[in-house]
């Protein structure tokens, strides 16, 4: 592969609804470029962008893939991402790191509810963006429609720069109202315009080249003065209004019958800004904010913007060089772990295969293999000249499953396998839930966590069951109590002795436990103090009603007594367990759960059914704002309601809700869903 410069580089994300035709873009940009002789299919698996064998068996693309098309004097450097809400951690991570989004629209299917979700997020980084309406060839695609639907959709100017020739079935090409020619065929030739078209093409082009005008405040003065636009001003002042998005252009392509994708990639190599034009990166350096200018001269800064685990290859570490250069067998330094990395052959990845170059440049696209300490969202630089670039920013888990290994070998395995699939997959997180003593993997959605198991289980060999998980609940007391234990034990040596008198108290939530000493006239040795609380804490970590840590209360040890022979730690041990068992199932026990602050937003239609279902979940409605055509509904809800929320959310709004859930605090269990769980729990001892 050549060296390309700063300014020949181009960093496209490939965004939209699954099945819009993403993947199958790429496959015909890399034809068209003449990287491949013949086309893949998503459908037979052959495809460069989708390599990954569960990719492959559902023909979805589930992660994201870098495609660099060289065309011409460029390299565009094509994130394919995918369509599937689950796996948005993949497109949050590819938009990071692009210049322009190339937001994929379905000719048939118009605007979707992943449209709709990717294009929230291309706002939220602020990223310029192409509009491309695929799949023109299908029956009952119509480009006029499709464009009034992105209209209706989003308060953005979207400008045409091409017309259909002929429509589905007949669909030959385009006419680009930029050159004014035809553009026909898998070749792209260029043509006259056809006859029938012209006056309609003279009448689009008017728009293109008000737009261009617009943009640039010497091209609208020329422009109102009468004087005709050149074809170069038309180019400069799209380019400047596509950076500032103040027009958002739309193309028009067949991807599998390789019909527009000529123009899309001249249009890209002309249009869409380079590093350069994006301009200098804010990073945090050793005096405070900083701007790493994109050229070779600036110091070196480059973020990691993904992580693969490969259990061959090992891991392989995906970044962008915002300044400086990037050397093959050279040493790079990770600010965030404050230490230098070896840096062995640098590559430039194409789907699955691994080219090797000498250096990248400043905006440029690449990866290297086997960095030990780093991670997604790290900064690769100088050591004399550390800088923190802001990395990708990803939504929280909202599903989560208890995995459990199936064998001693996949037990021993368990822990390093899920910190693998994590790393190369932020989204995806994995605990040890202390109160349930179990190993929980969040992500989400239900598809997204299977097909990480999955992954575990090819990839490293590791088995896992699933349930789903227990909820986290906590035990405390509600009143003051106190009482006695005698612990008395003889056998035929020396016997154990101990005798304890304790009073709980209930503490505010959050205080935690708090442990006193009130025993007065010797009555116990001191030296006994740390044995009592050692017995305490034995039982608080396993729970006393039903088996949940006990929090937020005081023990007050009072008196006592002691065997100046038989008394010995394990017998205070046993007496505190014990005394502290008996006070507690007299001192108001009560099951505390976990109370979450639920953010949900959905189209206004849906208000009133996502409303009737969180009355349901015993949920209290904090408020409600409107928001661009959608509700946002802040509610407090137990998670005992919410575990399998995100499935039944997209169930009522048909895909089109989101939400955010974070834990907010405890609050008393109702009595009547307490019996229920100390009941089950008992028959479980039982059992045991």
């Known amino acids: 592969m050549k060296d390309y410069a700063t300014g020949q580089l181009r960093n496209v994300v490939l965004l939209g609804h699954g099945s819009s035709g993403k993947t199958s873009l790429v496959e015909a940009m890399l034809f068209a470029s003449g990287a491949i002789n013949r086309m893949g299919s998503v459908e037979e698996g052959t495809t460069v962008a989708d390599s990954d064998e569960e990719e492959i068996r559902r023909r979805i693309s589930l992660s994201l893939a870098i495609v660099p098309v060289e065309w011409g004097d460029y390299k565009i450097n094509v994130m394919d991402t995918p369509g599937y809400t689950d796996f948005v951690g993949e497109a949050k991570s590819a938009m990071r790191v692009a210049d322009l ?10 605007v979707e509810v992943g449209t709709e979700l990717l294009w929230n997020y291309v706002e939220e980084q602020g990223l310029p963006r192409v509009v491309v309406i695929n799949k023109m060839n299908r029956e009952n695609a119509d480009l006029d429609r499709t464009l009034e639907g992105l209209r209706k959709a989003f308060d953005k100017n979207f400008v045409p720069l091409q017309l259909a020739v002929g429509a589905q079935a007949e669909f030959a090409g385009v006419i680009d109202l930029v050159w004014m020619k035809a553009r026909l065929g898998t070749s792209g030739a260029a043509a006259d315009i056809p006859s029938e078209l012209a006056d309609e093409a003279e009448e689009a082009r008017i728009q293109v080249v008000e737009a261009a005008a617009e943009a640039d405040d010497e091209l609208i003065m020329k422009y109102l003065e009468g004087e005709e636009l050149t074809r170069e001003d038309v180019l400069q002042g799209l380019r400047a209004a596509i950076l500032d998005q103040s027009v958002v252009p739309v193309l028009a392509t067949a991807a599998t019958a390789a019909l527009g994708t000529h123009v899309l990639l001249d249009a890209l190599a002309a249009f869409a800004p380079s590093p350069a034009d994006v301009g200098p990166a804010a990073a ?39 300044g400086g ?41 690449g990866a290297v293999a086997k960095l030990s300490e780093t991670l997604t969202g790290d900064t690769l630089c100088d050591k004399g000249h550390p800088v923190v670039l802001p990395g990708p920013t990803f939504p929280s888990p909202l599903y989560a499953v208890a995995v459990s290994p199936t064998s001693k070998a996949d037990a021993a395995k368990l822990g390093t396998t899920l910190t ?15 109160s349930t003593r179990q190993t929980i993997l969040e992500g989400m ?25 227990r909820v986290p609940y906590l035990e405390t007391v509600t009143r003051t ?33 708090e442990y006193a000493w009130k025993v007065v006239g010797g009555r116990i040795s001191r030296s006994f103090e740390s044995s009592i609380e050692k017995g305490v804490r034995q039982v608080m970590a396993q729970g006393v009603i039903a088996g949940y840590p006990v929090v937020d209360v005081r023990a007050v040890v009072y008196d006592g007594k002691e065997h100046p022979v038989d008394s010995k730690d394990i017998a205070f041990q046993v007496a505190g367990r014990e005394v502290f068992k008996r006070v507690m199932m007299e001192a108001g026990p009560v099951l505390l759960e976990p109370i979450h602050r639920v953010s949900i937003s959905v189209p206004e239609e849906y208000t009133g059914d996502i409303m009737g279902d969180l009355n349901t979940r015993r949920a209290q409605v904090q408020g409600m704002d409107q928001f661009a055509g959608k509700t946002v509904i802040n509610a407090l809800a137990p998670l005992a309601e ?22 907010d605090h405890y609050e008393p269990l109702p009595s ?17």
Not at 331 to 354: D, F, T, W
Not at 488 to 509: D, I, Y
Request: with cysteine.
């Open 101 to 110: 989004a190339l937001i994929v629209v379905d000719a048939v299917a118009g």
């Open 642 to 663: 919410m575990q399998r929320y995100s499935t039944n959310l997209r169930s009522l709004t048909q895909g089109r809700g989101m939400f955010t859930m974070e834990l």
């Open 672 to 688: 009547h869903l307490t019996k229920a769980i100390v009941e089950a729990h008992q028959r479980e001892q039982e059992e045991k």
């Open 325 to 365: 250069m990037m050397s093959s067998n050279g040493a790079v330094y990770n600010s965030r772990v404050q230490a230098e990395e070896r840096v062995g052959q640098l590559y430039v990845v194409r789907g699955k295969e691994q080219l090797p170059v000498d250096q990248l440049r400043a905006g440029d696209i």
């Open 420 to 434: 693998r699939i994590c790393e190369e997959d932020l989204t995806l997180r994995w605990r040890q839930e202390p």
């Open 284 to 322: 945090e350096g050793p005096a405070g904010e900083e701007q790493i200018e994109p050229n070779e001269l600036a110091p070196l800064a480059a973020l990691v913007f993904k992580t693969a685990a490969d259990p061959f290859v090992g891991k392989m570490t995906y970044f962008r060089v915002y």
């Open 481 to 513: 109590y106190g009482d006695s234990y005698r612990h008395k034990k003889q056998t035929g040596g020396a016997g154990q002795f101990a005798e304890v008198h304790m009073r709980l108290e209930p503490l505010s939530r959050g205080e935690g436990f």
């Open 445 to 469: 959605g239900e598809a997204h966590v299977d097909i990480a198991l999955r992954r575990m289980e090819n990839r490293f060999d590791v088995k896992v069951e699933t349930a789903t998980p």
